[in-house]
């Protein structure tokens, strides 16, 4: 009788550290959000649930009570200096709205999750 051998081979390929990073950057929602005189720009982001985010808001003017950002269900606060891009990033777990505000509550914009 013929004995017949199976040979498995497992091949294992590794991304170069550049290719690593574009593959984690392909995989991460931005937007920029920018305060200017008329509050938030844009006032509505979209985002995917379960994609990690990354937002970067930009103050530009001074004149405000907008001196940092909150996003209350995430427990993220930020001061927002003027004119320095302050990236946040997290994932939004859930479908559906979070705000986004100042400290008074005054001025803020929406982030709509699907």
Do not use: D
Request: proline share 5%; charged share 30%.
């Amino acid at each position: 009788m013929r004995t017949i051998s199976i040979v498995v081979i497992t091949l294992v390929f590794s991304l170069s550290p550049v290719a690593e990073a574009r593959e984690k950057r392909a995989r991460i929602q931005e937007a920029t959000i920018t305060l200017t005189s008329k509050g938030y720009q844009p006032e509505r982001v979209r985002l995917r649930r379960g994609i990690p985010a990354r937002l970067t808001f930009v103050r530009k003017f001074a004149a405000t009570c907008a001196t940092e950002v909150i996003i209350e269900k995430y427990r993220i606060r930020r001061e927002l200096p003027i004119n320095r891009p302050v990236v946040i990033e997290f994932t939004p777990e859930k479908s559906g709205e979070l705000e986004y505000t100042c400290s008074m509550k005054m001025v803020g914009g929406k982030i709509s999750i699907r």
